[in-house]
Nanobody, 119 residues
Framework: QVQLVESGGGLVQAGGSLRLSCAVS????????MGWYRQAPGKQRELVAV???????DYADSVKGRFTISRDNAKNTVNLTMNSLKPEDTAIYYCKAVLVVVTWKYDYWGQGTQVTVSS
């Protein structure tokens, strides 16, 4: 059973920084895109940042210039460095990995980690 384990969430003051990490385990399949999503109370889950196996990245407009996504393909990990945090960044952050099995792609999600930014 593929497992995604996130870590690094917590409480931080506005303007502060946090680094989220996600490790994918129990798989020998190739990992395609990895990414971070978030869901605030009463809102839909939204994309924060994604990164391909080749290192191409894409970010939500709201986090561009503040957040940086990176990955280590050898370790099956993806990180999200968050700087200049704002109260509106408060949400549960979820890691996602797309695994490739022959010609099919499957989405796997982590359990989520809470990020709270106080004003």
């Amino acid at each position: 059973q593929v497992q995604l384990v996130e870590s690094g969430g917590g409480l931080v003051q506005a303007g502060g920084s946090l680094r989220l990490s996600c490790a994918v385990s129990r798989t020998s399949y190739r990992i395609d895109v990895m990414g971070w999503y978030r869901q605030a109370p009463g809102k839909q889950r939204e994309l924060v940042a994604v990164i391909t196996s080749g290192g191409s990245t894409d970010y939500a407009d709201s986090v561009k210039g503040r957040f940086t996504i990176s990955r280590d393909n050898a370790k099956n990990t993806v990180n999200l460095t968050m700087n200049s945090l704002k109260p509106e960044d408060t949400a549960i952050y979820y890691c996602k990995a797309v695994l490739v099995v022959v010609t099919w792609k499957y989405d796997y999600w982590g359990q989520g980690t809470q990020v709270t930014v106080s004003s």
